[in-house]
């Protein structure tokens, strides 16, 4: 027997064909492998009709999400959780370390500093959550000028990805403008881009450099980053005077020796 049809939108009413189908192939997956484990002894969980659902979605659209950590639900919402959300599960982990070095987490020096230190380390690497286009907020100007721009001095703090501790210093930019000009202060924000992360020095300073040549295409980009790390200061040898000095120089900066160094002396300069 047919089933009747709406005839105003075209829906069945004696069930959607489409998901009695997708219902009797999920039975089928879940059955199929249940049987061939049964057969050779082995156990095998059941998958829940949450994944199983998932599952058929992904492949039969093929959308590339079958390793998707972010299904919440049948509409498929992919977005992450917010930072704000991670600090139930910082803060568990840093209660776990106090413990682990012997200490009280629930003193009364000690009992908030889970969440206190949650809170700081997100705000240490709250670049994660900006991007180039949000920061420069459309601050590029025609400009017809075409000699160098520098802005130095830049105070920069990071955190060491090897040892989870600060490195700080000043970073020094230049460029040469191809009838583009960029805000100034969006070259300091640049540097709060990918300065608030898990850094080594060499790959933020050609970060940087990339990101103003995204910014405004300019005949070329120099940066030059001046840093003192803890984990070299407080730990390990313990040069408490060193200081670590990286450099990237894109297009004419690395083709021409007299651009670069007068870009140097211009930095350098007091």
């Known amino acids: 027997m047919k089933p009747q049809v709406n005839e105003q939108n075209g829906s069945t009413q004696n069930g959607d064909i ?3 189908a997708a219902s ?33 979605l992904n492949m039969g659209n093929g959308n590339g999400h ?16 917010t930072r704000e959300a991670l600090l139930p599960d910082m803060a568990r982990s840093y209660r776990l370390l106090l413990g682990g070095l012997g200490e009280n987490p629930d003193r009364q020096g000690l009992i908030k500093t889970p969440e206190r230190a949650a809170k700081a380390m997100l705000y240490f690497t709250k670049g994660y959550d900006q ?11 025609d400009e017809d000028h075409d000699e160098m721009v ?35 202060s969006k070259l300091a924000r640049i540097v709060e881009i990918f300065s ?23 005949a070329g980009v120099a940066v030059v980053v001046e840093g003192v790390h803890m984990c070299m200061v407080m730990r390990g040898v313990q040069k408490i005077n060193s200081k670590t000095v ?25």
């Not at 079958?66 to 959780?81: A, I, V």
């Not at 450099?247 to 930095?267: A, C, H, I």
């Open 18 to 20: 489409a998901t009695d």
């Open 24 to 56: 009797v192939a999920m039975d089928a997956a879940a059955i199929v492998p249940a049987a061939v484990a049964a057969s050779a002894g082995t156990v095998v969980p059941a998958k829940s009709s949450q994944q199983l659902k998932l599952e058929m």
């Open 66 to 81: 079958e390793n998707c950590t972010f299904h919440h639900d049948l509409e498929l919402d992919h977005k992450p959780p």
């Open 131 to 141: 991007n180039l286009e949000d920061v420069l907020n459309g601050a590029v100007f």
């Open 150 to 184: 520098v802005v130095k001095d830049i105070e920069m703090f990071s955190m060491c990805e090897h040892h989870l501790v600060p490195f700080y210093g000043k970073v020094s930019i230049g460029y040469l403008p191809c009838n583009k000009i960029l805000g100034l």
């Open 196 to 218: 608030r992360r898990l850094q080594v020095q060499e790959r933020l300073t050609k970060q940087i450099a990339v990101a103003v040549t995204q910014a405004v295409q300019p």
């Open 246 to 270: 990286t450099s990237t120089m894109l297009g004419v900066f690395r083709d021409d020796p007299k651009t670069r160094e007068e870009f140097l002396n211009l930095v350098n300069s007091k």
